[in-house]
């Protein structure tokens, strides 16, 4: 197996919440992500999928550091980041880059694309030297295929995906081993999706990039991921290869996902039942006690009010060694029939 | 027929010249029917839809051309004070950003009332009541003790729910949904799209779903118009154009879907981009991007629709496959592609 690159340990974010003007009284915690823990290896995918308010998205600005964690530990090659500073936290950072959801707030405006492109240069010079920054940006943008010549362009004389595609190109431009991608696709066009999509992959195999790939679209994420984690309230709720959750899903908050997804095929709609969930996600700032999926839950017993469920193989599953024996944080896991695939 | 748009034209006047938003679109929907609309961003399904409502912001917006008949009477011929009492009353729309169509800093019991106050002259206590059960209505829990709230309490599913209950306030015949789940999460927008489902069937409306996503289209529509750079392109029932698109279009932007059976290989993507409104292309507006071009697409005229037929075919074969009623006539599928037999024969 390759090598571990970012390894989560309970990984831990509440932001406070407040009262009072002059005396700031803590009064509670927004519980935004509360004890993720994740492993992302070499050259591969790892898809976070959830709604908003889930976590995902916390968790992407805390593997960046661009939040600090209450808790729990953030490992690049065994090394504890979440601790650094300066320049020890610099050399890192060089390592892991980010792609925006948003092409179109993500880049100045008044920057050329190549002053954007070009700008992880200006913090990391021992990269490229001065004179051979124009070269590495030109031949960044036909990576990623935009024409080199628009080098002089700014960000607003471009579409969306080739917004994004100078997105992508900035995220390259040092080299990284691991790119985190937030939402990358969601703003584009159904047509230009596949494009930008297909791009990722290419540039994967090229450069041997690890992905973190957090999306809401799980027929995306089920295309580009090798192993997928789904989140709910700030937990990661079961976590399996791409045919261990899309194929034999054993948490109900999976099951209620996947079936809940519109499937662009009039006759499998007929065909299939969906589990319609009641109410909406309750507020991270007050969490349900035990299973935080339990107030929507179609299962949930008394048990699930008290004890919160770990994330693990589930016992009945664990003797066998099927695609059902995945890790899954539910008292009640069980395959249902009726959840089919994106 | 409820509605019957005809050949409608709509530009933009800009600094930068004309843009041509919606160049010749008809459709119709009839009672209890539900056409969805689906495009990109500047195909103009959404600027046809604001047209059919009469609420384009002239200037710079112009129709051009064309007839919008609800009902008989053709509605860009009537004054303002007519047009305003088909709008609300007989003819309802639903927008895609609930936070920002509500007022913030009313309750939304008092904004559903208003819809009893200002059309039916109800009292205050009167139009609380109505208010109330409408939300009642849209499955939103203890209706009575939150209509006091303001939108900001609600969750994103729960405005959505007081939008579809504004729009359904006076029974209207026609309700224009423009991508009312899109900024929901997706077991949320289930929620959204079963409940506008349901009250379509109790109340018999006609529905004009506008999206870009192909699988909303497949749970909900009767039949689908597919729209490209202000044109439509294709019009199918729905299992036809799942099953047998006839424009290239609309079969890459089916094979651009991320499928199961296409796992670790390349997307078909569809090359290049929609085009620009201010210089849309000769001949067929999609032949830039189009793998089948020929030179007959890239001169004017661009291609009329052409009515999709399945002569030639093994109609045994045809209709095995569920694609063709006993009566070929009601097919009621178009293509604008001169090439449409080769792409629906594929």
């Given at each position: 197996?390759?090598?571990?690159?970012?390894?989560?340990?309970?990984?831990?974010?509440?932001?406070?919440?407040?009262?009072?003007?002059?005396?700031?009284?803590?009064?509670?915690?927004?519980?935004?992500?509360?004890?993720?823990?994740?492993?992302?290896?070499?050259?591969?995918?790892?898809?976070?999928?959830?709604?908003?308010?889930?976590?995902?998205?916390?968790?992407?600005?805390?593997?960046?550091?661009?939040?600090?964690?209450?808790?729990?530990?953030?490992?690049?090659?065994?090394?504890?980041?979440?601790?650094?500073?300066?320049?020890?936290?610099?050399?890192?950072?060089?390592?892991?880059?980010?792609?925006?959801?948003?092409?179109?707030?993500?880049?100045?405006?008044?920057?050329?694309?190549?002053?954007?492109?070009?700008?992880?240069?200006?913090?990391?010079?021992?990269?490229?030297?001065?004179?051979?920054?124009?070269?590495?940006?030109?031949?960044?943008?036909?990576?990623?295929?935009?024409?080199?010549?628009?080098?002089?362009?700014?960000?607003?004389?471009?579409?969306?995906?080739?917004?994004?595609?100078?997105?992508?190109?900035?995220?390259?431009?040092?080299?990284?081993?691991?790119?985190?991608?937030?939402?990358?696709?969601?703003?584009?066009?159904?047509?230009?999706?596949?494009?930008?999509?297909?791009?990722?992959?290419?540039?994967?195999?090229?450069?041997?990039?690890?992905?973190?790939?957090?999306?809401?679209?799980?027929?995306?994420?089920?295309?580009?991921?090798?192993?997928?984690?789904?989140?709910?309230?700030?937990?990661?709720?079961?976590?399996?290869?791409?045919?261990?959750?899309?194929?034999?899903?054993?948490?109900?908050?999976?099951?209620?996902?996947?079936?809940?997804?519109?499937?662009?095929?009039?006759?499998?709609?007929?065909?299939?039942?969906?589990?319609?969930?009641?109410?909406?996600?309750?507020?991270?700032?007050?969490?349900?006690?035990?299973?935080?999926?339990?107030?929507?839950?179609?299962?949930?017993?008394?048990?699930?009010?008290?004890?919160?469920?770990?994330?693990?193989?589930?016992?009945?599953?664990?003797?066998?060694?099927?695609?059902?024996?995945?890790?899954?944080?539910?008292?009640?896991?069980?395959?249902?029939?009726?959840?089919?695939?994106? | 027929m409820l509605l019957d748009?005809?050949?409608?034209?709509?530009?933009?006047?800009?600094?930068?010249?004309?843009?041509?938003?919606?160049?010749?679109?008809?459709?119709s929907v009839a009672e209890g029917e539900t056409l969805?609309?689906?495009?990109?961003?500047?195909?103009?399904?959404?600027?046809?839809?604001?047209?059919?409502?009469?609420?384009?912001?002239?200037?710079?917006?112009?129709?051009?051309?064309?007839?919008?008949?609800f009902q008989g009477?053709?509605?860009?011929?009537?004054?303002?004070?007519?047009?305003?009492?088909?709008?609300?009353?007989r003819m309802?729309?639903?927008?895609?950003?609930?936070?920002?169509?509500?007022?913030?800093?009313?309750?939304?019991?008092?904004?559903?009332?208003?819809?009893?106050?200002?059309?039916?002259?109800?009292?205050?206590?009167?139009?609380?009541?109505?208010?109330?059960?409408?939300?009642?209505?849209?499955?939103?829990?203890?209706?009575?003790?939150?209509?006091?709230?303001?939108?900001?309490?609600?969750?994103?599913?729960?405005?959505?729910?007081?939008?579809?209950?504004?729009?359904?306030?006076?029974e209207p015949e026609l309700i224009?949904?423009?991508?009312?789940?899109?900024?929901?999460?997706?077991?949320?927008?289930?929620?959204?799209?079963?409940?506008?489902?349901?009250?379509q069937r109790e109340f018999g409306m006609g529905l004009i779903?506008?999206?870009?996503?192909?699988?909303?289209?497949?749970?909900?529509?009767d039949k689908?118009?597919?729209?490209?750079?202000?044109?439509?392109?294709?019009?199918?029932?729905?299992?036809?154009?799942?099953?047998?698109?006839?424009?290239?279009?609309?079969?890459?932007?089916?094979?651009?879907?991320?499928?199961?059976?296409?796992?670790?290989?390349?997307?078909?993507?569809?090359?290049?981009?929609?085009?620009?409104?201010?210089?849309?292309?000769?001949?067929?507006?999609?032949?830039?991007?189009?793998?089948?071009?020929?030179?007959?697409?890239?001169?004017?005229?661009?291609?009329?629709?052409?009515?999709?037929?399945?002569?030639?075919?093994?109609?045994?074969?045809?209709?095995?496959?569920?694609?063709?009623?006993?009566?070929?006539?009601?097919?009621?599928?178009?293509?604008?592609?001169?090439?449409?037999?080769?792409?629906?024969?594929?």
């Amino acid at each position: 197996m390759s090598e571990v690159l970012l390894e989560v340990r309970d990984l831990v974010k509440h932001f406070p919440l407040t009262q009072g003007v002059l005396v700031r009284r803590r009064v509670g915690a927004v519980q935004a992500v509360d004890g993720v823990s994740f492993r992302l290896r070499e050259g591969e995918t790892l898809g976070v999928v959830g709604e908003s308010g889930c976590g995902k998205s916390t968790v992407a600005k805390l593997l960046m550091h661009l939040e600090r964690p209450t808790e729990g530990k953030i490992l690049y090659k065994g090394e504890d980041i979440a601790g650094l500073s300066g320049r020890a936290l610099k050399s890192v950072r060089r390592n892991i880059q980010m792609v925006f959801q948003d092409p179109y707030t993500s880049l100045n405006p008044r920057m050329t694309v190549g002053d954007i492109v070009g700008e992880p240069f200006d913090i990391h010079p021992e990269v490229a030297p001065k004179g051979d920054r124009r070269r590495r940006v030109r031949e960044l943008l036909d990576v990623v295929g935009l024409n080199p010549e628009y080098i002089n362009r700014y960000p607003h004389q471009f579409s969306g995906g080739q917004r994004q595609r100078i997105g992508i190109a900035r995220g390259l431009a040092l080299r990284p081993e691991v790119i985190i991608a937030d939402e990358p696709v969601s703003a584009l066009d159904v047509s230009v999706q596949a494009q930008v999509v297909n791009l990722m992959e290419r540039l994967q195999d090229e450069f041997g990039l690890a992905y973190l790939f957090i999306a809401h679209d799980l027929s995306v994420v089920r295309h580009i991921s090798d192993r997928i984690a789904v989140m709910y309230l700030g937990r990661i709720v079961e976590t399996g290869t791409d045919r261990e959750i899309y194929e034999h899903p054993t948490h109900p908050y999976t099951q209620a996902l996947l079936s809940a997804v519109p499937v662009p095929d009039p006759s499998a709609t007929r065909e299939r039942e969906r589990i319609i969930l009641t109410g909406d996600v309750p507020s991270p700032a007050d969490p349900p006690s035990g299973c935080r999926f339990r107030t929507r839950c179609w299962k949930a017993q008394e048990l699930c009010t008290r004890v919160d469920p770990p994330l693990a193989v589930p016992v009945v599953f664990a003797k066998a060694s099927g695609p059902a024996a995945h890790e899954s944080a539910c008292h009640f896991a069980a395959e249902e029939p009726s959840a089919t695939a994106v | 027929m409820l509605l019957d748009v005809r050949d409608l034209r709509v530009e933009f006047r800009t600094r930068e010249g004309v843009v041509r938003a919606v160049n010749g679109v008809s459709y119709s929907v009839a009672e209890g029917e539900t056409l969805a609309v689906l495009g990109e961003s500047g195909s103009g399904k959404s600027v046809t839809a604001q047209a059919v409502m009469g609420i384009l912001d002239s200037p710079p917006a112009r129709v051009t051309g064309g007839r919008v008949l609800f009902q008989g009477t053709d509605l860009l011929r009537l004054g303002e004070e007519d047009r305003r009492r088909v709008r609300g009353e007989r003819m309802a729309m639903i927008f895609q950003d609930a936070l920002s169509s509500l007022n913030p800093v009313l309750p939304v019991g008092y904004q559903l009332g208003e819809m009893f106050r200002v059309h039916r002259r109800a009292s205050r206590k009167e139009a609380r009541e109505r208010a109330v059960e409408l939300m009642d209505r849209v499955r939103i829990p203890a209706a009575g003790a939150r209509a006091g709230d303001y939108p900001h309490q609600f969750s994103g599913g729960m405005r959505q729910r007081i939008m579809i209950a504004m729009a359904l306030a006076l029974e209207p015949e026609l309700i224009i949904a423009d991508e009312p789940t899109t900024a929901l999460d997706v077991t949320v927008q289930a929620q959204v799209m079963d409940l506008l489902k349901d009250l379509q069937r109790e109340f018999g409306m006609g529905l004009i779903l506008i999206t870009h996503d192909l699988g909303v289209v497949a749970d909900v529509a009767d039949k689908i118009a597919v729209m490209y750079a202000g044109r439509i392109v294709e019009n199918a029932p729905v299992a036809d154009l799942y099953k047998r698109p006839a424009h290239p279009y609309t079969r890459g932007l089916l094979d651009s879907i991320p499928r199961l059976d296409r796992k670790g290989r390349e997307l078909r993507a569809i090359s290049g981009l929609p085009p620009n409104l201010l210089r849309i292309p000769p001949g067929c507006p999609f032949h830039p991007r189009c793998p089948q071009v020929r030179d007959v697409c890239r001169v004017d005229p661009p291609p009329p629709l052409y009515e999709v037929t399945y002569a030639g075919r093994d109609a045994e074969a045809v209709r095995a496959a569920e694609l063709m009623p006993d009566d070929p006539s009601a097919l009621g599928r178009a293509s604008a592609c001169h090439f449409w037999k080769e792409t629906v024969g594929e």
